[in-house]
């Protein structure tokens, strides 16, 4: 098992910043790959950013050079710095890990909402 608590987000005019982060703890050894995804009402997840296996950073394209995402595993945390918002930016955004053992967890969401 993995928990994953998440911390950041908020309101942010067009243009700015924020930073989420994502606090993970038990059986941190079993992670494969993390990522973020966000959620808009009525739609399905869209993915976001994420760490593969082999620790490549990747990017949807209409976040490539505006997010950025980092850990410190030293405090196994994940990090999305998220720059130059727009208003299309705004979703609940959640981190996830998948691990060796195929399992998928989630944190709890984070709102993000970017006014024009």
């Known amino acids: 098992q993995v928990q994953l608590v998440q911390s950041g987000g908020g309101l942010v005019q067009a243009g700015g910043s924020l930073r989420l982060s994502c606090a993970a703890s038990g059986s941190i050894f079993s992670i494969k790959a993390m990522g973020w995804y966000r959620q808009t009402p009525g739609t399905e997840r869209e993915w976001v950013a994420g760490?593969?296996?082999?620790?490549?950073?990747k990017y949807t394209g209409s976040v490539k050079g505006r997010f950025a995402i980092s850990r410190d595993n030293a405090r196994n945390t994940m990090y999305l710095q998220m720059d130059s918002l727009k208003p299309e930016d705004t979703a609940v955004y959640y981190c996830?890990?998948?691990?060796?053992?195929?399992?998928?967890?989630w944190g709890q969401g984070t709102q993000v909402t970017v006014s024009s």
């Open positions: 996830v890990v998948d691990t060796l053992s195929g399992l998928q967890f």
């Open positions: 760490f593969t296996s082999g620790g490549t950073t």
